[in-house]
């Protein structure tokens, strides 16, 4: 049996990509108290905005009201989007503690989310990867479609380890491999990680999981059992990308919570705190939320 990491790091996305797709306005006000219920929960990293454009990402345009109100966890990393300079400006005077370009391992994806191929993504993401460095902040790289894309299906490996290197070579300090449309199963997510270790640090890269097919647990722990040891995931499984149509939210935070606890493996967060904050935002959104472990410790709470 392969020996699992100890303790992992989980990145709650739930504030941005869970909330990015939401048809209906989400308040400010609901997003930030989103957000403080998760700091309080002990999260070390949450990703609460993004500084898109509000024409493509309407439900992001109140990132910075968001990112001004939250109260900080002392030490705690807080993420936002920037495709660009002008989110990256945008970032930085929200007091963003860390900026995140986001490329992607297949050309048809990127056309369709960020307006441009890899290679000039990767171009006007030098500037953004500059100016972070300049400013002291933490540089994150995303790679979207690593394990399939809905417009031109396959995605080779060596695609993805293109984008690694790339995204490498910019800095970042943590590279994610997402699998946007949820399509991996658990050989073939170790496959795609074994070849992104090849081009960055194991112990750096995150795994970034929509749960489309059911199959965003079993792919957790192929990646633990490769050795990656950050994971994102979204509370109450909130979420989809609003260019990948048809995928659903990322993994629940409290089903990847669960397993770790099952396991084991230290996550320094509170799983019944995640539960409430589940709850808070699945009643403000008027519909059940979608972790199987949350709906179940909420009902055996309810008795
Ligand atoms: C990248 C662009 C801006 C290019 O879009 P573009 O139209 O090519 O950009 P442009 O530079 O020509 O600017 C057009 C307009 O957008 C404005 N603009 C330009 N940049 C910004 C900005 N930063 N903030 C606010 N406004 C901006 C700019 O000011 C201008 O406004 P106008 O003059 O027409 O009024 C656009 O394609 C965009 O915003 N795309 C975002 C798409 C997105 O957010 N997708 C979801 C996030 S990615 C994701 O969910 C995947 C991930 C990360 O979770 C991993 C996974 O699961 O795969």
Redesign the pocket.
Known sequence: MSTLPQQVKIVEVGPR?GL?NEKESVSAAVKIELVDRLSRAGFANIEAA????????PQMATSTEVMAGITRRAGAIYSA?T??M??FD?ALAARADEVVI?GSASEAFSQK????SIAESIARFESVAKAAKEHGLRLRG?I??AFGCPYQGEVSLDAVADVVGRMRELGCDEI?I?D?IGVSTARKTQAVMLRAAQEFHLDRISG?F?DTYGQALANIYASLEVGVSIFHSSVSGLGG???AKGATGNVATEDVLYLMQGLGIETGIDLDMVVDAGQFISQHLGRKGSSRAGNAIAAKRAG
């Open positions: 990509d990015q993004s500084f898109v454009s509000p024409k493509w990402v989007l495709p660009n002008q989110g945008a986001f989310n960020i307006n441009c995303s979207s479609c994610d997402a946007t970034h929509h990308c609003p260019y």
